[in-house]
C-alpha cells in the first residue's frame, strides 16, 4: 500500500509564489518509483498534467506554466516538490500528486491540495 500527502497550498495575490510538497509513504522505496507528477484541475475543468519527473531526472512540463514552474524530488526522503512563480488566477485549482510504480506501473494518487490565486 502507497500513500500520497500533498502540502503547500494556499491563498496567494497574482504575482506571488507557492512550494507545493508531495510525500510518499507506506510500501514504497526510491528504486521502485518510476515517475512522479503534479496535476491540477479546476472546477468544471478535466483534470491535466503539470509536470512531472522520471526516474532518471528528466522532466517535462504543461506549455501553460513553462518558466514559472519547477518540478524537483528527494530521493531520500520519497518527496516531490512543485516550485511555482509568477502565479496567475488561472492557475487556481487543487493540485494532485501521482506516482508510478516499478515494475508493475500501478498509479497513485494523493487527494489534493488547494491553490487559489486571487487579488
Known amino acids: 500500500q502507497v500513500q500520497l500527502v500533498e502540502s503547500g497550498g494556499g491563498l496567494v495575490q497574482p504575482g506571488g509564489s507557492l512550494r507545493l510538497s508531495c510525500a510518499a509513504s507506506?510500501?514504497?522505496?526510491?528504486?521502485?518509483?518510476?515517475?512522479m507528477g503534479w496535476y491540477r484541475q479546476a472546477p468544471g475543468k478535466e483534470r491535466e498534467l503539470v509536470a512531472t519527473?522520471?526516474?532518471?531526472?528528466?522532466?517535462n512540463y504543461a506549455d501553460s506554466v513553462k518558466g514559472r514552474f519547477t518540478i524537483s524530488r528527494d530521493n531520500a526522503k520519497n518527496t516531490v516538490y512543485l516550485q511555482m512563480n509568477s502565479l496567475k488566477p488561472e492557475d487556481t485549482a487543487v493540485y494532485y500528486c501521482?506516482?508510478?510504480?516499478?515494475?508493475?506501473?500501478?498509479?497513485?494518487w494523493g487527494r489534493g491540495t488547494q491553490v487559489t490565486v486571487s487579488s
Open positions: 501521482r506516482l508510478t510504480r516499478a515494475p508493475t506501473g500501478s498509479l497513485y
Open positions: 507506506g510500501n514504497i522505496f526510491s528504486f521502485n518509483i518510476n515517475a
Open positions: 519527473i522520471i526516474r532518471g531526472g528528466s522532466t
